[in-house]
Structures are given as C-alpha cells and as structure tokens.
C-alpha cells in the first residue's frame, strides 16, 4: 500500500476516529483505528502511528491514582522466570477479611496449583537448583548480579545434558564459583564449598564440567583481586590496603604468583605493607584470614623481599 504525500500533516492526535475526512486519493471513506489511518476503498495509508497519550502505568483503584505497574520484571532465579501465579490466604485484593468457606476453597487451590507447577521432572529438578544457586549467594553475601548469573549457568547446564553424573548441588555451587570467577570476585573454591552441601571435589568437578563445555571467558585469579577483602577483614588502614595492591601487582609482573596459591601471594603482599607502615599483624592472623598457613604467608613474603 502506498503512503500519500498530499495529505494533510497533522498531529496524530488531531486524527479522528471515525470518517469524516475524505480519501484524497479516490475521495472514499477513511477510516481510523489505534495503529493507522488508512482508505477502505484503495487501501491508500494516510497516517500511522499514531501518539498514545494515556499513562504508561496501570491503576487498580477506582480513582485511578495509583501507579502500579503489571507485575515485577522477569528475573532468572525462579524456573518459571517470575510469571507464576501466587495466591492469598486470609485477605483479598483490598485487604477485607475472606469469608470461611472462602479462604477454605483457597487452599484447595493452593494445593492443586502447587502440584501443577511443574510440567515435567526437569523443571522440578530446575526449581531446586535455582533455590540451592540463590542460597550459596546469600550464604556468601555475593550480589544479586552474581545470582542472575549463576542461574544462567545453571540453565545452560541442564539444556547441555551436563547434570549426567554430577548432583544438582554440586551444579549449582559450581555455578557459584563459575560466576564468581567470571567476573573476577575474590571467593576461593574452598569458600564455595563450605557452604555448598557437597565436599569441595564434586564442585571443583562441576566447575571445570562448566568451564570445558560452556566456554566460560574465566581468567586465572591474580593476588589483587584477594588484598581488599583480606585488607577488609583484618581491619588495616588504608595506606596499607593501598601498599599491598602494589605490592600484588609488581609480584604479578614478576611471576611471582605462577604455580602459587594467589591468596597465599596476598597474603605475603599484605604483611610487607603492615611491616612498612608500623601495623601490628601477625603471620598467623593473616594465615587465619587467607586460611593458608602461616609458613605460606612467611615464604610469599621471603619471595617478594627478593625482588625489591
């Protein structure tokens, strides 16, 4: 259908909804709905688009004055991404007490829907892997960024077929930690794992189950990324923070932290800048906090005074 340049350019708010203007192609009659103005005779398109002027938001009271929106947004954590039906107890939208008999058919309706909510075994096994990745997060006070995208994982997991073999709660805690290592957050394996419900070997195994066949865009973790929690945890000032993260990344571009254990590296980086500074903290205390040894911590930090 072709488009009239002729036609008069006015607002499509001025455009009426109904046929009192002419065709000015065939002079036949025009008519207007919600999306374009268009001639029933030859179809000619005289407008289009037209500008909704009514409030973005919706409102459920009667005068109209309360802005709330459909529902809330979609969110990953929740197998049926957020969408599913909740229903009330004892009260009903406007918050006056149910009848009874009321609240009784409720809860048969409760049950029925709570048996219905899974369609299939995969998504009962998907519901409980979402709630095992959301409570390792808050276990860890990780943010809500690091639980979308651990559940992401956990999606991409159960569509690869990964789950052969593994549990859903290693699958889950190694989401967690695939998360965590993607966006370079400084939670070690063994962290992970004491708050997992399976021992340390069947996370490390789901992660690199993920990490081999998702293509994860992980990077080795450096000893920088490990001084601001220990810094945090131990109280330190921050010229001493400031100290070690220099100390972190010289010993980086060094080498030093090949084929060690980062935290380890950290560690000794976070001593040598108490020491410089005059803060009493002593190898045990941050062998506690790195949950390394304090001999670690005393050789990490043997190393770095000999590349001053």
């Known amino acids: 259908m072709a488009t009239s340049d002729s036609y008069d350019h006015r607002f499509d708010e001025d455009v009426p909804n109904g046929s009192n203007t002419g065709c000015p192609d065939c002079g036949g009659r025009v008519r207007t709905n919600s999306i374009e103005t268009v001639c029933e005779d030859c179809g000619l398109v005289l407008h289009e688009e037209p500008i909704d002027h009514g409030p973005e938001w919706r409102s459920f009271e009667d005068d109209r004055t309360n802005p709330e929106r459909t529902g809330a947004p979609l969110t990953p954590t929740r197998h049926d991404r957020g969408i599913s039906t909740e229903i009330g107890r004892k009260t009903d939208g406007k918050g006056n007490d149910l009848s009874g008999s009321k609240r009784r058919q409720l809860g048969r309706f409760r049950r029925e829907h ?3 909510r899974f369609r299939s ?6 519901a409980h892997g979402l709630s095992e990745v ?3 997060v808050s276990a860890l006070d990780a943010s809500d960024v ?3 995208q651990a559940c992401d994982l956990f999606r991409s997991a159960q569509s690869e077929d990964l789950f052969h073999g593994r549990s859903i709660e290693a699958m889950a805690a190694g989401s967690v930690y695939a998360a ?7 939670w070690t394996l063994d962290e992970v794992s004491a708050v997992a419900r399976v021992n340390k070997e069947r996370v490390e195994n789901a992660y690199r189950a993920l990490n081999r066949e998702l293509g994860l865009p ?3 973790p450096s000893p920088q990324q490990y001084v601001p929690r220990l810094a945090s945890e131990l109280g330190v000032s921050q010229e001493v923070r400031q100290v070690a993260e220099r100390l972190a990344k010289k010993a980086e571009n060094h080498r030093l932290a090949n084929g060690r254990n980062p935290v380890g590296v950290a560690a000794g980086c976070l001593y040598e800048a108490t020491q410089r500074r005059s803060e009493c903290v002593t190898q045990c205390e941050l062998g506690a906090c790195a949950d390394v040894s304090p001999n670690t911590v005393r050789d990490r930090w043997r ?3 000999q590349i001053e």
């Open 134 to 136: 959301s409570r390792i």
């Open 180 to 186: 965590c290592r993607c966006n370079r957050l400084p």
């Open 218 to 220: 992980t990077v080795p």
């Open 121 to 126: 075994k995969s998504e009962r096994n998907l």
């Open 146 to 148: 690091i639980d979308d």
């Open 114 to 116: 709570s048996r219905a």
């Open 303 to 305: 190393e770095l005074k």
